[in-house]
């Protein structure tokens, strides 16, 4: 069983300083890990994954994300953040589905607010 | 290649009448999902189909019905709307349950 965490409803952060949006996770046996973003009225769209490889996973957008096994953590991040990266972060939970793999449960996710 | 596509973009129906959702993908995916979104909180399952001529019940099925078409096509009906139905509605599809890419979303208004 896997189980995920986003420890906080909004995070907020200056233009051009670095963002960091907290996943932290619980499973056992190997982990699939997502980030997905929403825009303002826009459906969702996939960022990244981590399933197995390198602990830094780079995705759309100039996203990283960093597969942290001793501290149970799949943390999304960008170095310089941009007003236009102002949207909703979800972390979704994973399981298993016998009939449709993987089966994704998506919380209420992290706000992210960029200021200028 | 456009992905998921959803019609309509916006509806607003009032109490008691029917619609259907529609949902195609040109990405030869074998999953198709449908989730609403309510006002601060995730997206919650409704049906998925893991595959053509199959579907299943997600978390909150009540009050809908589903139809894997064909594998490009999901659809969601509403037999007879009611206003907590109002919600915004999201396809998705994945290739065997992997990643799930969505459609931009259907607004619904339930008067």
């Known amino acids: 069983a896997q189980s995920v965490a986003q420890p906080e409803d909004q995070v907020n952060v200056a233009e051009g300083n670095p963002l960091t949006v907290k996943c932290t996770y619980s499973?056992?046996?190997?982990?699939?890990l997502f980030w997905y973003v929403q825009y303002p009225n826009r459906g969702l769209q996939f960022l990244l994954k981590?399933?197995?490889?390198?602990?830094l996973v780079k995705g759309s957008y100039g996203f990283e994300a960093e597969f942290n096994k001793s501290q149970t953590s799949f943390h999304l991040k960008k170095p310089s953040a941009l007003v236009s990266d102002s949207a909703l972060y979800f972390c979704?939970?994973?399981?298993?589905?016998?009939?449709?793999?993987?089966?994704?449960?998506f919380g209420g996710g992290t706000r992210l607010m960029v200021k200028p | 290649n456009a992905g998921v596509t959803q019609t309509p973009k916006f509806q607003v129906l009032k109490t008691g009448q029917s619609m259907t959702l529609q949902c195609a993908q040109d990405?030869?995916?074998?999953?198709m999902y449908w989730y609403r979104q309510d006002p601060g909180m995730g997206l919650r399952l409704i049906y998925y189909?893991?595959?053509?001529?199959?579907?299943d019940k997600g978390e909150v099925p009540n009050g809908y019905n589903v139809s894997r078409l064909n594998k490009r096509e999901f659809s969601l009906r509403l037999e007879s709307a009611a206003p907590s139905q109002t919600s915004v509605y999201f396809c998705?599809?994945?290739?065997?349950?992997?990643?799930?890419?969505f459609g931009p979303g259907t607004r619904l208004t339930v008067l």
């Open positions: 981590y399933i197995t490889g390198d602990n």
């Open positions: 979704p939970e994973r399981q298993r589905n016998n009939n449709a793999g993987n089966m994704l449960t």
């Open positions: 189909s893991a595959s053509e001529g199959t579907t």
């Open positions: 990405m030869n995916h074998n999953s």
């Open positions: 499973v056992s046996g190997n982990p699939y």
């Open positions: 998705a599809s994945s290739h065997r349950g992997k990643t799930q890419y």
